[in-house]
């Protein structure tokens, strides 16, 4: 176990470099000169000369890459044009925001996504089948900013019962678990929780629909266990591939929340990415990407090696 | 045998139906996909021909008739925030964003099919090694990909395009790829080789009939993630600019007008909502039909 | 003994070597598969063939037996050049494959193979008449050539052109697929046939079917079979010669009569002792082999047989038996064939 833990860190290794250098090389695909896109447009010459020094602008790009990745792992993601303040800092505020917002979608997504998805499985090619199959496909084609604004308009501004935009009452940049911030999070939370809902209920559809048709099923029967027993059988059986989507999901959930959180004001890396885009400050737009994708690689990860250890079964070489 | 093969006899023969003739005769008996191809069509029917069908011009615009409601005389389905009619900017809107969504997935598909069918096909270290480097692509969640190049591009119809064409070409070499390997081993490859074929003509008669199939049927089932993902880029403002009608964009600038005229200002969403709802409808009919076991 | 020649391929290939040269000649023949060496990491090498050496003999079938595992598939696809020997020497008519005299494209129209399973050897999305067309349209006929070709093959095997070439193989049976195999497989005019398995998938009925078609067929065109399978009785059939392998090396080889009559090799007698006897009053009762067969990864040393073999001596545990004439054509690789091997059952001479 430990073995293949380490083997998948080695394997990840040079993906999380690759990733590195997208990030690294999206400041300069970037029109422009990628000293302007750094800085704000009212630096002095002293300011430049100093960025140029400090990224190696005139050095050729396996030098700025290396110059750049230095001070990454040093922690010094650069400073933002707009604010001014260091990228990593605004990172990791915005990032708690938004892993809550997340982590609650993906739990929502994936009780309802299950529930829909084992019984669909359950009485396949049934009426109820179709319609909880019905239900994921919904789910997974729905554009999920626009459901927001449709939540919105009917829970915000035609009942009043929930706030239409923000984390909290003052507007406040952080999310506090206390009652009066849960309203704020609920509809977030449920747009978002639409598309893992989808995606989890029919991956489980299909687990439970092959799994039923296994012969240790019918065998399970036939010696006269009860259903409940078989039907625990199957959710073993099925967990290790249902928690894998899981995981995943919420890495998908992470790294693409930034239409949600822009729908309702959500101060999560979504929203900070939106501001990055608008306000052409790279560093910041760089910054956020890459931790979000370290993340995703980092979570990946997880998943796997968690996969392998819950599943005997999958033994890879 | 020599005297019968001189003389060139050719033997009328009876054709069986072929492969694709079998998965449209099967697709037509599933209600479910023919309803999302009819709908389909019609929505590209009106898009393309949106000049001669729309009642009004999509860009101009009256301060008087601003948000009115749907129904309202003169304008079917209502007007938007500087007053042009809605019917029109949807009709209108579909080109561009049935553009963004398709034109992304018809270009990965030709781009990331021979990047993986080659690396399918000639397997070992360069397959090994191509496929890392898609991994690395893979390490992104495509939303943030997208946002990432469009937001490093620069906004425009071209650079999301561009984007979304590199978010899917990992996604759809991937699967061309395994396709590939599979089949790749199948015993009618190995007497194509044993009869003397280059690799070239092995691929074209033998390995492409064969995969292109699934990857298409893939590559259907990634238009409507497209098109949610084109809209979105447009409702961020990093896609089409105003005052283009597009859906993703009109939701955009329509959000003021959630208070005022909640119905009008869901319009355009409803459309992506039913475009991307019948390309996966389909998508999933045509993947039946493909599979049922020959 | 002159292959009939095609006006429609060029004339080069005609029966080059001469009466006396066998079609095939294999020496020291050698594959391993897997096996890395590295500091941290050492995994051994599957033997999959462990230096071979055998003759095919112009028009002639030659069976290969044994059970799986032993490399007979391996055989077949380092003869035909699919995959690369390790070590040794493969000769075509006197030639080697690759040289001057006989380019890899010249030799693949006069070898083919006829695979086993019918159904994945057979292009799902191709008629019945375009897989067969193949292989002479790759090499340059015109497709109306081509195509005539392959409805006259049809023929030739059975299969009635009006009714079958516009079929795909979801629409045929098995015999019938495998009858599609053998006309791909004549197409090219070969002059060699390898049939690796080829009725092993079929009904015992269809199966008969196929191999008279087989003996048929190599009568008119004047064909050299090797015949691959793991049933004795089948290849006692159709086989002039007899090939046992066992993990990768040479048992015994020899007439067929010799073989199946006066087994020489241990092994050989065992597989013949263990096939279900017909008669109800002689029923097989003991199984002739104990065990397992052993690992190709890590082949017993001396005699890869001994760990089974009833008659194994401390000789046989160290000492690799070389192939030795019990008469003149018939050769085993087992101590007890050779005189002075010293194995103790041996009586002095």
Same mark, same amino acid.
């Given at each position: 176990?430990?073995?293949?833990?380490?083997?998948?860190?080695?394997?990840?290794?040079?993906?999380?470099?690759?990733?590195?250098?997208?990030?690294?090389?999206?400041?300069?695909?970037?029109?422009?000169?990628?000293?302007?896109?750094?800085? &704000?447009?009212?630096?002095?010459?002293?300011?430049?000369?100093?960025?140029?020094?400090?990224?190696?602008?005139?050095?050729?790009?396996?030098?700025?890459?290396?110059?750049?990745?230095?001070?990454?792992?040093?922690?010094?993601?650069?400073?933002?044009?707009?604010?001014?303040?260091?990228?990593?800092?605004?990172?990791?505020?915005?990032?708690?925001?938004?892993?809550?917002?997340?982590?609650?979608?993906?739990?929502?997504?994936?009780?309802?996504?299950?529930?829909?998805?084992?019984?669909?499985?359950?009485?396949?090619?049934?009426?109820?089948?179709?319609?909880?199959?019905?239900?994921?496909?919904?789910?997974?084609?729905?554009?999920?900013?626009?459901?927001?604004?449709?939540?919105?308009?009917?829970?915000?501004?035609?009942?009043?019962w929930l706030p239409p935009t923000g984390a909290g009452p003052d507007g406040s940049g952080n999310w506090r678990p206390d009652f009066e911030h849960l309203r704020y999070l609920i509809l977030p939370a449920v747009t978002m929780s639409v598309i893992p809902m989808g995606i989890i209920?029919?991956?489980?559809?299909?687990?439970?629909?092959?799994?039923?048709?296994?012969?240790?099923?019918?065998?399970?029967?036939?010696?006269?266990?009860?259903?409940?027993?078989?039907?625990?059988?199957?959710?073993?059986?099925?967990?290790?591939?249902?928690?894998?989507?899981?995981?995943?999901?919420?890495?998908?959930?992470?790294?693409?929340?930034?239409?949600?959180?822009?729908?309702?004001?959500?101060?999560?890396?979504?929203?900070?990415?939106?501001?990055?885009?608008?306000?052409?400050?790279? &560093?910041?737009?760089?910054?956020?990407?890459?931790?979000?994708?370290?993340?995703?690689?980092?979570?990946?990860?997880?998943?796997?090696?968690?996969?392998?250890?819950?599943?005997?079964?999958?033994?890879?070489? | 045998?020599?005297?019968?093969?001189?003389?060139?006899?050719?033997?009328?023969?009876?054709?069986?139906?072929?492969?694709?003739?079998?998965?449209?005769?099967?697709?037509?008996?599933?209600?479910?996909? =023919?309803?999302?191809?009819?709908?389909?069509?019609?929505?590209?029917?009106?898009?393309?021909?949106?000049?001669?069908?729309?009642?009004?011009?999509?860009?101009?615009?009256?301060?008087?008739?601003?948000?009115?409601?749907?129904?309202?005389?003169?304008?079917?389905?209502?007007?938007?925030?500087?007053?042009?009619?809605?019917?029109?900017?949807?009709?209108?809107?579909?080109?561009?964003?049935?553009?963004?969504?398709?034109?992304?997935?018809?270009?990965?598909?030709?781009?990331?099919?021979?990047?993986?069918?080659?690396?399918?096909?000639?397997?070992?270290?360069?397959?090994?090694? =191509?496929?890392?480097?898609?991994?690395?692509?893979?390490?992104?969640?495509?939303?943030?990909?997208?946002?990432?190049?469009?937001?490093?591009?620069?906004?425009?119809?071209?650079?999301?395009?561009?984007?979304?064409?590199?978010?899917?070409?990992?996604?759809?070499?991937?699967?061309?790829?395994a396709v590939t390997t599979q089949i790749r081993t199948r015993d009618y490859v190995e007497a194509a080789r044993v009869s003397g074929a280059r690799a070239l003509s092995i691929v074209r008669v033998h390995v492409l009939g064969n995969v292109l199939g699934p990857i298409f049927v893939?590559?259907?089932?990634?238009?409507?993630?497209?098109?949610?993902?084109?809209?979105?880029?447009?409702?961020?403002?990093?896609?089409?600019?105003?005052?283009?009608?597009?859906?993703?964009? =009109?939701?955009?600038?329509?959000?003021?007008?959630?208070?005022?005229?909640?119905?009008?200002?869901a319009l355009p969403g409803v459309m992506i909502f039913i475009t991307s709802i019948s390309f996966n409808l389909f998508s999933d009919g045509l993947r039946s039909a493909m599979e049922v076991k020959q | 003994m002159s292959v009939v020649v095609d006006t429609m391929f060029p004339p080069?290939?005609?029966?080059?070597?001469?009466?006396?040269?066998?079609?095939?000649?294999?020496?020291?023949?050698?594959?391993?598969?897997?096996?890395?060496?590295?500091?941290?990491?050492?995994?051994?090498?599957?033997?999959?063939?462990?230096?071979?050496?055998?003759?095919?003999?112009?028009?002639?079938?030659?069976?290969?037996?044994?059970?799986?595992?032993?490399?007979?598939?391996?055989?077949?696809?380092?003869?035909?050049?699919?995959?690369?020997?390790?070590?040794?020497?493969?000769?075509?008519?006197?030639?080697?494959?690759?040289?001057?005299?006989?380019?890899?494209?010249?030799?693949?129209?006069?070898?083919?193979?006829?695979?086993?399973?019918?159904?994945?050897?057979?292009?799902?999305?191709?008629?019945?008449?375009?897989?067969?067309?193949?292989?002479?349209?790759?090499?340059?006929?015109?497709?109306?050539?081509? @195509?005539?070709?392959?409805?006259?093959?049809?023929?030739? @095997?059975?299969?009635?052109?009006?009714?079958?070439?516009?079929?795909?193989?979801?629409?045929?049976?098995?015999?019938?697929?495998?009858?599609?195999?053998?006309?791909?497989?004549?197409?090219?005019?070969?002059?060699?046939?390898?049939?690796?398995?080829? @009725?092993?998938?079929?009904?015992?009925?269809?199966?008969?079917?196929?191999?008279?078609?087989?003996?048929?067929?190599?009568?008119?065109?004047?064909?050299?079979?090797?015949?691959?399978?793991?049933?004795?009785?089948?290849?006692?059939?159709?086989?002039?010669?007899?090939?046992?392998?066992?993990?990768?090396?040479?048992?015994? @080889?020899?007439?067929?009569?010799?073989?199946?009559?006066?087994?020489?090799?241990?092994?050989?007698?065992?597989?013949?002792?263990?096939?279900?006897?017909?008669?109800?009053?002689?029923?097989?009762?003991?199984?002739?082999?104990?065990?397992?067969?052993?690992?190709?990864?890590?082949?017993?040393?001396?005699? #890869?047989?001994?760990? #089974?073999?009833?008659?194994?001596?401390?000789?046989?545990?160290?000492?690799?038996?070389?192939?030795?004439?019990?008469?003149?054509?018939?050769?085993?690789?087992?101590?007890?064939?050779?005189?002075?091997?010293?194995?103790? #059952?041996?009586?002095?001479?």
């Amino acid at each position: 176990m430990l073995l293949y833990a380490v083997k998948r860190i080695l394997y990840v290794t040079p993906v999380a470099i690759g990733v590195s250098i997208i990030c690294f090389l999206l400041v300069h695909i970037a029109p422009g000169d990628p000293l302007t896109a750094v800085l &704000p447009i009212d630096a002095t010459a002293a300011q430049q000369a100093e960025m140029r020094a400090a990224y190696g602008f005139d050095r050729p790009l396996p030098v700025q890459y290396g110059l750049w990745l230095w001070k990454v792992l040093h922690g010094d993601l650069g400073n933002s044009i707009a604010t001014g303040r260091p990228v990593l800092s605004e990172v990791s505020r915005a990032v708690t925001n938004s892993l809550i917002l997340a982590a609650v979608a993906t739990l929502i997504g994936f009780t309802f996504g299950t529930f829909f998805g084992f019984v669909a499985g359950y009485h396949r090619d049934s009426a109820l089948d179709k319609i909880a199959s019905a239900i994921s496909v919904l789910g997974v084609s729905v554009p999920h900013y626009w459901l927001g604004m449709v939540l919105v308009i009917i829970f915000s501004a035609q009942l009043g019962w929930l706030p239409p935009t923000g984390a909290g009452p003052d507007g406040s940049g952080n999310w506090r678990p206390d009652f009066e911030h849960l309203r704020y999070l609920i509809l977030p939370a449920v747009t978002m929780s639409v598309i893992p809902m989808g995606i989890i209920a029919r991956t489980v559809r299909a687990l439970v629909a092959e799994i039923l048709t296994q012969e240790f099923v019918q065998a399970l029967r036939a010696k006269g266990l009860s259903e409940w027993t078989v039907f625990k059988h199957v959710v073993t059986n099925a967990a290790p591939t249902a928690l894998s989507v899981m995981g995943l999901q919420l890495g998908y959930l992470l790294g693409g929340s930034i239409l949600i959180e822009t729908v309702f004001a959500w101060p999560g890396t979504g929203f900070l990415l939106n501001s990055a885009i608008f306000q052409r400050d790279l &560093p910041l737009l760089q910054g956020t990407i890459l931790v979000l994708a370290m993340f995703f690689v980092l979570l990946n990860l997880i998943v796997d090696v968690l996969q392998t250890a819950l599943d005997p079964r999958i033994q890879r070489a | 045998m020599t005297a019968i093969a001189d003389a060139g006899v050719y033997l009328p023969v009876k054709r069986s139906r072929g492969y694709w003739a079998s998965v449209a005769h099967r697709l037509a008996r599933d209600p479910v996909a =023919m309803v999302a191809l009819a709908l389909i069509v019609a929505i590209a029917l009106t898009a393309i021909f949106a000049p001669l069908l729309a009642p009004a011009d999509p860009f101009k615009g009256s301060m008087l008739r601003r948000l009115r409601p749907v129904g309202f005389p003169g304008y079917p389905l209502g007007s938007d925030e500087l007053g042009r009619d809605m019917l029109s900017r949807l009709m209108y809107g579909g080109r561009l964003s049935l553009l963004m969504g398709v034109t992304p997935v018809l270009v990965a598909f030709v781009i990331g099919s021979s990047f993986g069918i080659f690396a399918g096909y000639i397997g070992g270290r360069i397959n090994t090694l =191509m496929m890392r480097v898609i991994d690395v692509f893979f390490a992104f969640p495509s939303v943030l990909l997208a946002i990432a190049l469009s937001g490093a591009l620069g906004a425009g119809i071209v650079n999301s395009i561009v984007s979304l064409t590199i978010v899917f070409i990992p996604q759809i070499a991937r699967v061309a790829e395994a396709v590939t390997t599979q089949i790749r081993t199948r015993d009618y490859v190995e007497a194509a080789r044993v009869s003397g074929a280059r690799a070239l003509s092995i691929v074209r008669v033998h390995v492409l009939g064969n995969v292109l199939g699934p990857i298409f049927v893939y590559a259907t089932s990634l238009i409507s993630v497209s098109m949610i993902l084109a809209s979105g880029l447009s409702f961020l403002g990093l896609g089409v600019k105003p005052p283009d009608p597009e859906w993703g964009l =009109m939701l955009n600038t329509l959000r003021t007008a959630i208070y005022s005229q909640p119905l009008v200002a869901a319009l355009p969403g409803v459309m992506i909502f039913i475009t991307s709802i019948s390309f996966n409808l389909f998508s999933d009919g045509l993947r039946s039909a493909m599979e049922v076991k020959q | 003994m002159s292959v009939v020649v095609d006006t429609m391929f060029p004339p080069d290939l005609v029966d080059r070597g001469g009466a006396g040269t066998p079609l095939l000649s294999v020496r020291g023949l050698v594959k391993y598969f897997g096996g890395k060496r590295g500091a941290l990491f050492h995994k051994p090498a599957v033997r999959a063939v462990d230096g071979i050496d055998f003759d095919v003999i112009k028009g002639e079938t030659l069976g290969i037996v044994g059970e799986s595992g032993c490399g007979k598939s391996t055989t077949a696809r380092l003869i035909m050049h699919i995959i690369a020997p390790d070590a040794g020497e493969i000769l075509f008519d006197g030639e080697a494959v690759g040289s001057n005299e006989l380019d890899l494209t010249a030799f693949r129209k006069q070898t083919q193979m006829i695979f086993q399973d019918s159904y994945a050897s057979l292009n799902p999305r191709l008629t019945v008449e375009d897989t067969v067309a193949f292989g002479p349209r790759v090499h340059g006929l015109s497709r109306k050539a081509a @195509v005539a070709r392959a409805h006259d093959l049809l023929e030739q @095997v059975g299969l009635d052109p009006v009714r079958f070439a516009g079929r795909y193989p979801h629409e045929i049976s098995g015999g019938q697929r495998q009858r599609v195999n053998i006309a791909r497989g004549l197409a090219l005019e070969p002059r060699l046939l390898i049939l690796d398995e080829a @009725v092993s998938a079929l009904d015992k009925s269809v199966e008969a079917q196929v191999l008279n078609l087989l003996l048929d067929l190599k009568d008119k065109f004047g064909l050299t079979y090797i015949f691959i399978s793991h049933d004795l009785n089948v290849v006692r059939f159709m086989s002039d010669r007899v090939m046992v392998m066992y993990l990768g090396k040479v048992a015994e @080889v020899g007439p067929s009569e010799a073989i199946f009559n006066r087994p020489g090799h241990p092994y050989t007698q065992a597989l013949l002792a263990s096939m279900p006897s017909m008669d109800p009053d002689h029923r097989t009762e003991e199984a002739p082999i104990a065990g397992d067969p052993p690992n190709p990864i890590n082949p017993p040393s001396g005699c #890869r047989f001994h760990t #089974r073999c009833k008659m194994a001596a401390t000789l046989c545990t160290h000492s690799e038996p070389a192939l030795h004439p019990a008469s003149s054509d018939h050769l085993v690789a087992c101590h007890l064939a050779n005189p002075d091997s010293g194995h103790p #059952r041996l009586k002095p001479a």
